[in-house]
């Protein structure tokens, strides 16, 4: 049973910083691509930031500079450092983890996301 389990979500003041986690279990960390997307309420869901297996990155436009994804492999565990929050990047957080398809991965296509976690809230105020 594959499951990813999100923390370190929580409220901040814009100009702030948070750390996401995201832990893997039930399967094994290596070969995965790994993604955050993010969705408020009444907007489409929006690809963050993903990283492939071989370490290769990519980042939404609106987070480029701020947000940092790595992963630790032998932790089985994917990380979204965000810094200089603003109130637009308030959201529900969703790790995912697709172990074939890394294109779509790396292209921000959620449909090609095998597994999601629960989602944890960010919440960011002016």
């Known amino acids: 049973q594959v499951q990813l389990v999100e923390s370190g979500g929580g409220s901040v003041e814009a100009g702030g910083s948070l750390r996401l986690s995201c832990v893997a279990n039930g399967y094994t960390y290596s070969g995965y691509c790994m993604a955050w997307f993010r969705q408020t309420q009444g907007k489409e869901r929006e690809g963050v930031a993903a990283i492939a297996s071989d370490g290769r990155t990519r980042y939404a436009d609106s987070v480029k500079g701020r947000f940092t994804i790595s992963q630790d492999i032998a932790k089985n565990t994917v990380y979204l450092e965000m810094a200089s929050l603003e109130p637009e990047d308030a959201a529900m957080y969703y790790c995912?983890?697709?172990?074939?398809?890394?294109?779509?991965?790396?292209?921000?296509?959620?449909?090609?996301?095998?597994?999601w976690g629960k989602g944890i809230q960010v919440t960011v105020s002016s």
């Open positions: 995912t983890a697709t172990p074939f398809a890394t294109h779509y991965c790396l292209q921000f296509q959620s449909a090609g996301m095998d597994y």
